[in-house]
């Protein structure tokens, strides 16, 4: 059966009192921005509910892409109809028989907007659930836990008929939790930590430090393709890309070997927090989780924040791999995340890095580096890419590469 009109339940919405209409209109717009390949439906997004009228477009591929936009609670394809009672029968019957099976209990469900409408709701509950019982052999009425729902609204302009509840993806609309960035690596854990950020309302611009020819321009298009992969929650994302090759040569000149990661992921922190500022957001999200690795110790922790007052967040930070695993292969992001193609965060490691680094110290040996012109130059060599949920990064060599894998 193919659906006209898609209607969506908010999510958490419902209890946000006088920002309701803030919330509702930011969820308008990230439906819009998520549906933008479908250029003929029709957003309209009301106190109540959330109308997608679908204009002919593709109703399986507008279901799929839905479902991954924060503020949803769930929705309901619909088919629109004359308000004529004989055509409201004849579909509600064909709807039920197909998801009849032997057995299955069924109820109906109306809500009348069109008081002006010749049967009121009863009436209408009985007819339909009549003309079902009369037409389906063996199907049977049960009004508390049916198998089969089918919705009725009579509307203003016209009958839409429904049975099918979709689930959404719930959390906040992103842009209602206010803006941040996030530190994007190419592994695992930060496009995850992205999900999590984007599910309670924030809206994020990535930063992605590469450092070529250490690191190559596959990886690079992973950190896109991962960052398109994401945008699917939120329409669009700013991907920044900071160049870090001199930050890191420096600092591996400079530095003793047991702080190179500490004073690279301070210089990291800087620049990010930097870029934050310089963008009007307000905190900067990482993928870190506490005692994954020897840089996410409290005391390396400690030292790495102490370079901003910035709020530095970090949804992981008590989750196990496997939680964070789970959850990235729901997302689609894991077998991205998997690719071997190295970043910043793995070259010039060290063999022996400190794992609870002195505060003291961190600072001492910063100060062997020119902080702020390094800060300057890579932040003047900052490129901005606005990626579109969808788009392709990754050449067709990689693609097949990652099947096999």
Do not use: W
């Amino acid at each position: 059966m193919h659906y006209t009109e898609i209607m969506v339940r908010y999510g958490e919405l419902s209890t946000k009192g006088k920002n309701r209409k803030d919330f509702i209109k930011q969820l308008g717009r990230n439906v819009r921005a998520v549906l933008h390949p479908f250029s003929t439906l029709e957003v309209k997004a009301q106190r109540d509910r959330l109308h997608v009228a679908l204009h002919d477009e593709n109703d399986k591929q507008v279901i799929a892409a839905l479902q991954g936009v924060f503020g949803i609670e769930n929705f309901y394809p619909s088919i629109q109809i004359d308000k004529d009672m004989d055509v409201i029968k004849k579909t509600v019957v064909q709807m039920a028989q197909e998801q009849y099976t032997p057995g299955a209990t069924f109820k109906i469900n109306t809500r009348r907007q069109d008081k002006s409408f010749e049967y009121d709701t009863n009436q209408i509950n009985n007819i339909l659930g009549d003309h079902v019982l009369s037409n389906i052999d063996g199907i049977s009425v049960d009004v508390k836990h049916p198998d089969i729902s089918i919705r009725v609204e009579i509307r203003m302009n016209g009958a839409f008929i429904s049975s099918e509840i979709i689930h959404g993806a719930g959390g906040l609309p992103v842009g209602t939790g206010g803006r941040a960035t996030m530190m994007l690596s190419g592994g695992i854990d930060s496009p995850v930590a992205t999900y999590l950020a984007m599910k309670r309302g924030v809206k994020i611009d990535m930063i992605h430090f590469y450092s070529p020819p250490y690191t190559s321009e596959q990886a690079l298009n992973k950190a896109k393709q991962l960052t398109s992969v994401l945008a699917k929650y939120s329409g669009n994302i700013q991907f920044i890309q900071v160049p870090f090759t001199e930050v890191q040569e420096t600092i591996k000149e400079k530095v003793p070997e047991g702080y190179l990661m500490t004073i690279q992921r301070r210089m990291m922190l800087r620049i990010a927090a930097k870029i934050t500022q310089n963008r009007h957001c307000s905190g900067v999200f990482t993928g870190e989780a506490l005692g994954q690795v020897a840089s996410q110790t409290l005391e390396s922790m400690q030292a790495i924040n102490d370079v901003t007052t910035l709020p530095v967040l970090r949804p992981l930070v008590s989750m196990d791999k496997e939680d964070i695993i789970k959850i990235s292969k729901n997302i689609n992001t894991f077998d991205l995340s998997i690719l071997p193609f190295e970043d910043c965060c793995t070259i010039f490691t060290p063999p022996a890095p400190k794992t609870r680094p002195s505060l003291e110290k961190s600072r001492k040996f910063e100060g062997y580096i020119d902080v702020d012109g390094l800060m300057k130059r890579a932040i003047d060599g900052i490129q901005i890419t606005d990626i579109k949920a969808g788009q392709e990064f990754m050449n067709q060599d990689q693609d097949v590469f990652a099947e096999l894998l």
